[in-house]
């Protein structure tokens, strides 16, 4: 038979100082009082103006005022009814009589 023992660890919050111990990376601080001056190159912002110089395409004004005028065709809007002439298919009546498996009559369609 095996005996198990645990241990039981302290934890520590001692502040570790590794400022003495600790290098930077090769060459990091090499450059570290560089200041950028911003150079003697200027961006200069110019609003271009396009109003003057651009035409429109070839012709495409040449029909700017044209108004449809609708033609002498009218649209006619007739409601259609189909209860007065409307039969069933043949033989969907017939079918309709029929009784199902149940031995009641299924319900007639009319």
Known sequence: MEVITYRIAAIESA???FKDKAQPKVGSK???????GGGSKKIETVKLNFKE???PKVGS???IGHKPGGGDKKI???KLS???????KIGSVISSKTKG????QDQ???
Do not use: Q, R, V, W
């Open 61 to 63: 004004k040449d029909n």
């Open 76 to 78: 006619e809007t007739k």
């Open 15 to 17: 502040k570790l100082d």
């Open 108 to 110: 007639k369609h009319e």
């Open 82 to 88: 189909f209860t007065e002439t409307a039969t069933s």
């Open 53 to 55: 110089s651009a035409h």
């Open 101 to 104: 498996e149940s031995g009641e």
């Open 30 to 36: 090499d450059n570290i009082e560089y200041k950028p």
